[in-house]
Structure formats: structure tokens, C-alpha cells
């Protein structure tokens, strides 16, 4: 096998402010592995938060892929993969995900099977995904909303966490207003100490707030889960919620987790949360980074899994430079087309 790797810029149709941080683009690395004339895709971005940078990102996966080249075929790879036998066993979750990801691909076409089906799931996943609405003025949030619903989003996500808290309710105020028959969800992004969170959610609760994704700063789980205990609404652990260690012991304690597998390594590992969690009382959310359809292809086969899919990065780009996943009506979708089912825009790949 051989692995290739390319570096893009990917752009924001517009900044979107979060209350840690304004993000306007961030750089993709793609890792492409070839076997037999047959290629897989795989996609990692550049975090500020999880402090990966493009250099980083293309020196892990290089060691990754120079040590595919020992492998007679994508499958022993991919069961070396999971197993912990493929170099790089201290690489950062999001490039074992990439990773795994250009492989489940590869191994999916080499199979003419989509990635769903290796997975042991018949049917395409499909499934309703949030969209974001960053910290912004009133005005452009109600715009938003009534732009969205108007094009088939049925749940908003709205970020929050402004230093005023009444910033934040007045904002999801006309929202509500401009969006009556929405699901929404709220996101801090960590930014409310506990009393602010407990005066708040009672509130937002009043104006029809499905659940808030980690209201309080992360770090200390155990005041996470006391808050869950208490909330009028379901709190969904996100930045507490890291690995399968992490959801232990979050299980049964906190009403969501939030699976992003650029944080939890990949496919087969929130697998493995997803089996934790079943049965528990704490229910899965799939969420994603800001990526292209390549990033967010991966998550999408697993979407029937999840209460909440949070899986719009790829909508906040300028410009997507893969297609496959749809989500411009407010669903993404699996397809049945071998392998993770995208294609880069203007590439005509064959398949084996």
C-alpha cells in the first residue's frame, strides 16, 4: 500500500464565534492510501482546542502511512488498526481517525460494500442534523433561523456563552420567535460557572430548549453530572467527554454524551461508547469539527445511532470540496455507493 498526503485551506461561509473562540477557516490534511489501483480517503483537521496545527497533522500521518507499507492489504491494516498494532500508537485520536477512516474507504470499495454495510447496518443512515448558529447579533441569528427552517432544518444548535448571560437568552428569545417549530439545543461551549448555569437553564427551558451540550467548564465531571442531576433540561457531557474512560464515568450520570470522532479516534471507537452507554440513561450525540464532506462521511454511516446528530461542519464551509452526504435540507445522508460514499468535487475516481 501507499500513502499520500495533501494539505487545503478550508474557508467559513462566515467566522463563527464561539464564547472560547472566532474561527474563520482552518487547514484539512488528506491522507490517501492506494492498493492495487484502488484508493481510500481520509480526512484530519487543524484544532486550536485539541492543539493540532497542519505540521503536527501531516508528521503523525506520514509515520502512519510509512508504516502502512508493511501490510499486504487495507484489511489486515484496518484489524492492526484497532487492535493498536499500526504505528503511531501515540498519535492524537483525530489521526487514527483519519486514518481509519481512508482505510474503512478503501476496504469498503475494495468490498463494493458502503461503509454502513461493513459495520453490519443494511440500510443507508439518515438522519436529521443540527445546524449551528454561532454568537451573533440578534438580528442575523433570527435571520438564520428563519433561513434554515425555510430550507428543511428541523433543529438549531445555538452557541452561547457571552460574557452577558441575557445576551444569550434574548438571542435564543428570537430564535424561538423566528423558528417556532424547531428543536433546540444550546451550547456554551463550557463558558457558565455552576450558579450561572443553574439560574440559566430554567429559563431556557421556558423557551422550549431541547438540551444543552456542557454548560460548565470542563474538568471536574463530578459537578457536570451533580448539575445533570438537578437540570430542567438534558445536559450532554462534550468537552468532559473525551474517550471510552471518560463516558465511563459520565454513563448513567449525565442525560448525552457527545461523540466527535476526531476527539474519540474514529469509527470503531465510538462503537465502543456507544456500547457503553446503551441501556445506561445516557444517550448518544453524534457531533463533528468544522471539515468537508470527507471529515464528516465517517460519522454519517453511524447517524442511525444517535438521538442527536450534530453533523453540519461541512455546511459552514464557502466552499465544500467533496460531495456525498447531502445535509443542505437539513438531513445527511449515507449512500449506497462503496467505501465512505464522497467524492472530491471535479474528481472522477474509478472504482475497482
Same mark, same amino acid.
Given at each position: 500500500?501507499?500513502?499520500?498526503?495533501?494539505?487545503?485551506?478550508?474557508?467559513?461561509?462566515?467566522?463563527?464565534?464561539?464564547?472560547?473562540?472566532?474561527?474563520?477557516?482552518?487547514?484539512?490534511? &488528506?491522507?490517501?492510501?492506494?492498493?492495487?489501483?484502488?484508493?481510500?480517503?481520509?480526512?484530519?483537521?487543524?484544532?486550536?482546542?485539541?492543539?493540532?496545527?497542519?505540521?503536527?497533522?501531516?508528521?503523525?500521518?506520514?509515520?502512519? #502511512?510509512?508504516?502502512?507499507?508493511?501490510?499486504?492489504?487495507?484489511?489486515?491494516?484496518? +484489524? !492492526?488498526?484497532?487492535?493498536?498494532?499500526?504505528?503511531?500508537?501515540?498519535?492524537?485520536?483525530?489521526?487514527?481517525?483519519?486514518?481509519?477512516?481512508?482505510?474503512?474507504?478503501?476496504?469498503?470499495?475494495?468490498?463494493?460494500?458502503?461503509?454502513?454495510?461493513?459495520?453490519?447496518?443494511?440500510?443507508?443512515?439518515? !438522519?436529521?442534523?443540527?445546524?449551528?448558529?454561532?454568537?451573533?447579533?440578534?438580528?442575523?441569528?433570527?435571520?438564520?433561523?428563519?433561513?434554515?427552517?425555510?430550507?428543511?432544518?428541523?433543529?438549531?444548535?445555538?452557541?452561547?456563552?457571552?460574557?452577558?448571560?441575557?445576551?444569550?437568552?434574548?438571542?435564543?428569545?428570537?430564535?424561538?420567535?423566528?423558528?417556532?417549530?424547531?428543536?433546540?439545543?444550546?451550547?456554551?461551549?463550557?463558558?457558565?460557572?455552576?450558579?450561572?448555569?443553574?439560574?440559566?437553564?430554567?429559563?431556557?427551558?421556558?423557551? #422550549?430548549?431541547?438540551?444543552?451540550?456542557?454548560?460548565?467548564?470542563?474538568?471536574?465531571?463530578?459537578?457536570?453530572?451533580?448539575?445533570?442531576?438537578?437540570?430542567?433540561?438534558?445536559?450532554?457531557?462534550?468537552?468532559? !467527554?473525551?474517550?471510552?474512560?471518560?463516558?465511563?464515568?459520565?454513563?448513567?450520570?449525565?442525560?448525552?454524551?457527545?461523540?466527535?470522532?476526531?476527539?474519540?479516534?474514529?469509527?470503531?471507537?465510538?462503537?465502543?461508547?456507544? +456500547?457503553?452507554?446503551?441501556?445506561?440513561?445516557?444517550?448518544?450525540?453524534?457531533?463533528?469539527?468544522?471539515?468537508?464532506?470527507?471529515?464528516?462521511?465517517?460519522?454519517?454511516?453511524?447517524?442511525?445511532?444517535?438521538?442527536?446528530?450534530?453533523?453540519?461542519?461541512?455546511?459552514?464551509?464557502?466552499?465544500?470540496? &467533496?460531495?456525498?452526504? #447531502?445535509?443542505?435540507?437539513?438531513?445527511?445522508?449515507?449512500?449506497?455507493?462503496?467505501?465512505?460514499?464522497?467524492?472530491?468535487?471535479?474528481?472522477?475516481?474509478?472504482?475497482?
Amino acid at each position: 500500500m501507499k500513502a499520500g498526503l495533501r494539505t487545503v485551506r478550508l474557508e467559513l461561509a462566515e467566522p463563527l464565534r464561539i464564547s472560547r473562540s472566532v474561527m474563520s477557516a482552518r487547514d484539512a490534511v &488528506w491522507l490517501t492510501v492506494e492498493h492495487e489501483g484502488v484508493t481510500g480517503h481520509g480526512e484530519a483537521v487543524t484544532s486550536v482546542h485539541y492543539r493540532l496545527d497542519a505540521e503536527a497533522l501531516e508528521r503523525h500521518l506520514t509515520a502512519v #502511512g510509512t508504516d502502512l507499507a508493511r501490510f499486504p492489504d487495507p484489511e489486515s491494516a484496518l +484489524e !492492526a488498526l484497532r487492535v493498536g498494532e499500526l504505528a503511531g500508537g501515540g498519535a492524537p485520536p483525530a489521526v487514527t481517525a483519519a486514518v481509519e477512516a481512508a482505510l474503512l474507504d478503501l476496504v469498503g470499495k475494495r468490498a463494493g460494500s458502503p461503509v454502513h454495510r461493513l459495520l453490519g447496518v443494511t440500510a443507508p443512515p439518515v !438522519a436529521a442534523t443540527a445546524r449551528t448558529i454561532g454568537i451573533t447579533s440578534r438580528a442575523h441569528a433570527a435571520a438564520q433561523a428563519r433561513r434554515l427552517t425555510a430550507a428543511g432544518f428541523e433543529v438549531i444548535k445555538v452557541k452561547a456563552g457571552t460574557p452577558d448571560p441575557e445576551d444569550d437568552v434574548e438571542r435564543v428569545r428570537v430564535i424561538r420567535d423566528a423558528a417556532p417549530r424547531a428543536r433546540l439545543l444550546l451550547d456554551p461551549n463550557g463558558a457558565w460557572t455552576v450558579a450561572q448555569a443553574e439560574a440559566l437553564l430554567h429559563r431556557f427551558a421556558a423557551l #422550549g430548549v431541547e438540551a444543552v451540550e456542557q454548560p460548565v467548564a470542563p474538568g471536574d465531571p463530578a459537578a457536570l453530572c451533580a448539575l445533570a442531576a438537578r437540570s430542567p433540561l438534558p445536559v450532554i457531557a462534550d468537552e468532559d !467527554a473525551v474517550d471510552l474512560e471518560d463516558v465511563r464515568r459520565l454513563a448513567g450520570r449525565v442525560q448525552g454524551v457527545n461523540v466527535k470522532l476526531a476527539k474519540c479516534g474514529g469509527v470503531h471507537a465510538a462503537l465502543r461508547i456507544a +456500547e457503553l452507554i446503551a441501556g445506561s440513561g445516557t444517550e448518544l450525540m453524534l457531533g463533528c469539527l468544522t471539515a468537508s464532506s470527507l471529515g464528516l462521511a465517517p460519522a454519517v454511516h453511524l447517524a442511525d445511532r444517535a438521538r442527536w446528530a450534530d453533523l453540519d461542519g461541512h455546511l459552514l464551509l464557502a466552499h465544500d470540496p &467533496w460531495t456525498g452526504i #447531502g445535509g443542505e435540507d437539513g438531513v445527511v445522508r449515507a449512500s449506497w455507493l462503496p467505501g465512505l460514499g464522497v467524492q472530491e468535487v471535479g474528481a472522477h475516481e474509478g472504482v475497482a
